[in-house]
């Protein structure tokens, strides 16, 4: 096995809210935790502790259950990490839980692995949501090749060791590189719908040279009939500006639905003043619920809108550079060199389309940087809009 002397850097885990970086001399650490679940965590936490005070005010033992039911989970949502460590200087991996510090660990044998894998896999039985395991492939052993297929395929998955599961399908292919090319191993990626393999020299093998391999198009592409996608030519560079989303019936429903939470939540807290005869702390309780159940519909109503009135404006410049613009509020812009673009395609949403919408969008992604765009777009424009690129990009180096 080809193993770097020492750890690749790895900043983009620095900006992954999911994960916090130890580095050593001939470690690597990924240690999960914090952020959005601690901040739930502490919510619940804070609940529990709330109705505790209450119960010992009131004198109400009955209080006491939703303590218990808030607050220890609360407590393990606030403290628990999940760390994965490869260390090169023992050639090993060791996965770990605690809280806060390891307290139950497993370790194996890097030998043992024989490429760094990414895939896609439904996260409940309705496949409405997604989650991306970035893991590593152990190798097959005599017993499992003696077995008939039908059992190898069951057993499958038991051959992957994850190191992280993530909701986000870019800091999972960035993670996947990255250890990959720490490792010297293969990174396969499934998590488009088609096998992605990238031997570690491959790693920085740019767009444009794939497609010169392939052969350079004989003509820009035509635009597809009733394209919502307005084009703009000036000159030698190409801008696309995709109309504004909007609001779509899933944000109206999923609002009504938070507005439904608050209503339990405050209904509920008038129900316990009520029954359990509590005076001085009545309007601590019905306070309390109240704005723990309006959270949601906050959190909802404020995605929603971001989702609704962000424009995207994507350009082409004559050197191929691909340059996208979001707009809301502010403007913000993000520019990948063509010398630089390694992956383009059209990804598959995070979830199932929603009442028509369609929410897969175009993937273009070099070492520096990451653009995704297009969401809303038929898949006729999706595939337009990505001929176009490679045209352009091919075509001007």
């Not at 990804?347 to 969401?375: C, W, Y």
């Given at each position: 096995?080809?193993?770097?002397?020492?750890?690749?850097?790895?900043?983009?885990?620095?900006?992954?809210?999911?994960?916090?970086?130890?580095?050593?001399?001939?470690?690597?650490?990924?240690?999960?935790?914090?952020?959005?679940?601690?901040?739930?965590?502490?919510?619940?936490?804070?609940?529990?502790?709330?109705?505790?005070?209450?119960?010992?005010?009131?004198?109400?033992?009955?209080?006491?259950?939703?303590?218990?039911?808030?607050?220890?989970?609360?407590?393990?949502?606030?403290?628990?990490?999940?760390?994965?460590?490869?260390?090169?200087?023992?050639?090993?991996?060791?996965?770990?839980?605690?809280?806060?510090?390891?307290?139950?660990?497993?370790?194996?044998?890097?030998?043992?692995?024989?490429?760094?894998?990414?895939?896609?896999?439904?996260?409940?039985?309705?496949?409405?949501?997604?989650?991306?395991?970035?893991?590593?492939?152990?190798?097959?052993?005599?017993?499992?090749?003696?077995?008939?297929?039908?059992?190898?395929?069951?057993?499958?998955?038991?051959?992957n060791l994850n190191f992280q599961i993530d909701r986000d399908y870019l800091s999972a292919r960035r993670m996947a590189e990255s250890i990959a090319r720490m490792l010297g191993m293969e990174l396969h990626d499934d998590s488009s719908g088609a096998m992605i393999i990238r031997s570690p020299g491959e790693f920085?093998?740019?767009?444009?040279?794939?497609?010169?391999?392939?052969?350079?198009?004989?003509?820009?592409?035509?635009?597809?009939?009733?394209?919502?996608?307005?084009?703009?030519?000036?000159?030698?560079?190409?801008?696309f500006e995709f109309p504004e989303p909007g609001f779509q019936a899933v944000h109206f429903l999923i609002m009504v639905m938070s507005l439904g939470f608050w209503v339990t939540a405050v209904g509920m807290a008038f129900f316990m003043k009520s029954s359990l005869t509590i005076s001085g702390s009545g309007g601590?309780?019905?306070?309390?619920?109240?704005?723990?159940?309006?959270?949601?519909?906050?959190?909802?109503?404020?995605?929603?809108?971001?989702?609704?009135?962000?424009?995207?404006?994507?350009?082409?410049?004559?050197?191929?550079?691909?340059?996208?613009?979001?707009?809301?509020?502010?403007?913000?812009?993000?520019?990948?060199?063509?010398?630089?673009?390694?992956?383009?395609?059209?990804?598959?949403?995070?979830?199932?389309?929603?009442?028509?919408?369609?929410?897969?969008?175009?993937?273009?992604?070099?070492?520096?940087?990451?653009?995704?765009?297009?969401?809303?777009?038929?898949?006729?424009?999706?595939?337009?809009?990505?001929?176009?690129?490679?045209?352009?990009?091919?075509?001007?180096?």
């Amino acid at each position: 096995m080809n193993m770097a002397a020492t750890p690749v850097a790895l900043s983009f885990w620095e900006e992954s809210p999911l994960a916090k970086i130890k580095r050593e001399a001939n470690s690597l650490e990924a240690i999960r935790g914090g952020g959005f679940v601690a901040l739930m965590g502490m919510i619940s936490f804070v609940a529990g502790i709330v109705m505790l005070v209450i119960a010992f005010r009131e004198k109400k033992p009955v209080l006491f259950i939703p303590t218990i039911l808030f607050g220890i989970p609360g407590l393990f949502l606030l403290l628990g990490r999940i760390g994965t460590k490869i260390d090169l200087q023992h050639q090993q991996v060791i996965r770990w839980h605690g809280l806060l510090i390891p307290m139950f660990r497993r370790t194996y044998s890097l030998d043992d692995f024989e490429y760094v894998g990414v895939t896609r896999a439904s996260s409940d039985e309705n496949n409405s949501s997604f989650v991306y395991p970035v893991f590593l492939r152990r190798k097959e052993t005599v017993e499992e090749k003696a077995r008939n297929e039908k059992l190898a395929s069951a057993l499958l998955h038991l051959r992957n060791l994850n190191f992280q599961i993530d909701r986000d399908y870019l800091s999972a292919r960035r993670m996947a590189e990255s250890i990959a090319r720490m490792l010297g191993m293969e990174l396969h990626d499934d998590s488009s719908g088609a096998m992605i393999i990238r031997s570690p020299g491959e790693f920085d093998e740019t767009l444009r040279d794939r497609l010169k391999k392939r052969g350079v198009p004989e003509g820009l592409p035509q635009a597809p009939e009733k394209a919502r996608v307005r084009v703009l030519t000036d000159g030698t560079s190409m801008t696309f500006e995709f109309p504004e989303p909007g609001f779509q019936a899933v944000h109206f429903l999923i609002m009504v639905m938070s507005l439904g939470f608050w209503v339990t939540a405050v209904g509920m807290a008038f129900f316990m003043k009520s029954s359990l005869t509590i005076s001085g702390s009545g309007g601590i309780l019905i306070g309390f619920f109240s704005l723990f159940g309006l959270l949601p519909f906050i959190f909802t109503f404020l995605v929603s809108r971001k989702f609704a009135r962000t424009q995207e404006i994507l350009t082409l410049t004559g050197d191929g550079d691909v340059i996208l613009e979001r707009r809301y509020m502010s403007s913000k812009s993000t520019t990948i060199p063509a010398n630089e673009l390694e992956e383009l395609f059209t990804r598959p949403p995070d979830h199932q389309p929603v009442l028509g919408m369609n929410l897969s969008k175009i993937h273009a992604r070099s070492d520096q940087a990451t653009l995704e765009f297009g969401i809303g777009s038929s898949a006729e424009e999706l595939d337009w809009l990505i001929a176009v690129i490679e045209y352009r990009v091919v075509t001007t180096g």
